[in-house]
Every structure is written in structure tokens, then in C-alpha cells.
């Protein structure tokens, strides 16, 4: 299964946009990036996936790397409600490793 | 619509002891994950059912755990003789056909499990 790196945590200023990052160095040429997010005491919630192109919802943005071996989650302007931890996931069809993921503090 | 629900929300138990914890998945959704959560960590994949078959058990820890979903839906996962380092936050995630490569998971709000 193809193992993800990311940093432990990052802070925002409320407002502002916020790029957390993910090496996903040995992942498969068919693994999608899933990205999801876990507000304190609550179950994760799905933030958005893709597989070799950029990607937009109302949520965010995935910027995933021309060689896939990283990806960036972009919160375009950081709420304190986007406090959470994120995890970068490559699927393999096999089995959800989510790592320990980024916590992100957003300043008021 | 309703969301995946689990119950208890919370349960303490004893050493030793054996616990049933439930989960209902969103309606019509073929596939229902479990997870395991220990503090500071991601959540942990236990057993993936697609129907009422256990699709993918190779995350259970050992014969202690057991999960079962026997019309396709609700879905209770099972520990005997429950030890301390059982405690965790179990989640529970439904997904409509089982895609696990391209589709979205549901969790719901997990069991909190404290062994004594």
C-alpha cells in the first residue's frame, strides 16, 4: 500500500488560503487521492479525491503533481470550522491508510 | 437524508467482558466499513462488508473481534473478553456500491470504548 507523508501540523490566519501538502511517493499509476477531514469528536468526512488532474468542489481544490508523487489540498479562505486534521489517502482498491494526517489551528 | 449512525455512543466496560457495538449505515449503501481510532492516530480499517458478506476482514486484530451484517445492512461489530488496550474510538462507514478506489465513505460519529 502506498504510504503518505505529511506535516503534523500548520497554522492559518482565518480568511486566509492554506496549502497542506502530501508526498505520496510510491503510489500506484490507478490509486486515487482521497482527502479527508476530522473535526475534534466527530467521524472523518470526505473533502475531495482525483486521480491526475486538478480537481474543485465548494470545498477545496486538489493540485496533484504531473509525476502523482505529491498532492496539495487548497482551502481557499480558512474558516474556524476548517480546524480539523486532514488525511491524504492513496486508494488502492485495497484498503483506507490514513496516517496521522495534518491538524491545522486556524487563528482567529 | 439520515447519516450513518452508531450506538452506543459511548460504553465502558470491564476487563474480560464481551461488547456489541451497532452500526446502521445510510440507507442503501451495499458497503460498510469498520475502523479502529487510538488517540493521536488515524483510524485504523478493520473489516469491509459488501452486502452482507465480509468482503475484507484482514484488519481485525485477532479471533476476539468479530463483526457480522447478516441482511445487508445494519451491521454489529463483536469483542470477547475485552482487554485494556481494546479502547479506542470505533467508526463505522457506509459507501453506496463498494468502489473502494473512487468512492466516497460515510462515517458516522464512532463508539467510544473505554475497558476497564
Known amino acids: 500500500d502506498a504510504k503518505t507523508t505529511q506535516p503534523n501540523s500548520m497554522e492559518s490566519n482565518e480568511e486566509e488560503p492554506v496549502h497542506l501538502p502530501c508526498n505520496h511517493s510510491t503510489i500506484s499509476g490507478t490509486d486515487y487521492i482521497h482527502w479527508y477531514r476530522q473535526l475534534p469528536s466527530q467521524g472523518p468526512e470526505y473533502v475531495i479525491h482525483g486521480l491526475t488532474s486538478n480537481v474543485n468542489n465548494r470545498m477545496a481544490s486538489l493540485a496533484i503533481a504531473e509525476d502523482r508523487k505529491s498532492s496539495t489540498l487548497i482551502l481557499h479562505r480558512a474558516t474556524l470550522r476548517d480546524a480539523a486534521v486532514y488525511y491524504c489517502?492513496?486508494?488502492?482498491?485495497?484498503?483506507?491508510?490514513f496516517g496521522t494526517g495534518t491538524s491545522l489551528t486556524v487563528i482567529p | 437524508g439520515a447519516g450513518v449512525s452508531q450506538t452506543p455512543s459511548n460504553k465502558v466496560t470491564e476487563k474480560g467482558k464481551y461488547v456489541e457495538l451497532r452500526c446502521d449505515p445510510i440507507s442503501g449503501h451495499t458497503a460498510l466499513y469498520w475502523y479502529r481510532q487510538s488517540l493521536g492516530q488515524g483510524p485504523e480499517f478493520l473489516i469491509y462488508?459488501?452486502?452482507?458478506?465480509?468482503?475484507?476482514d484482514s484488519g481485525l486484530p485477532n479471533d476476539r473481534f468479530f463483526a457480522v451484517r447478516p441482511e445487508g445492512s445494519v451491521s454489529t461489530l463483536k469483542i470477547q473478553r475485552t482487554e485494556r488496550g481494546d479502547s479506542a474510538v470505533y467508526l463505522c462507514?457506509?459507501?453506496?456500491?463498494?468502489?473502494?478506489?473512487?468512492?466516497?465513505?460515510?462515517f458516522g460519529p464512532g463508539t467510544r470504548l473505554l475497558v476497564l
Open positions: 462488508f459488501q452486502g452482507t458478506g465480509a468482503a475484507d
Open positions: 489517502i492513496p486508494m488502492t482498491g485495497n484498503q483506507f491508510y
Open positions: 462507514a457506509s459507501s453506496l456500491s463498494g468502489d473502494r478506489v473512487r468512492e466516497t465513505q460515510y
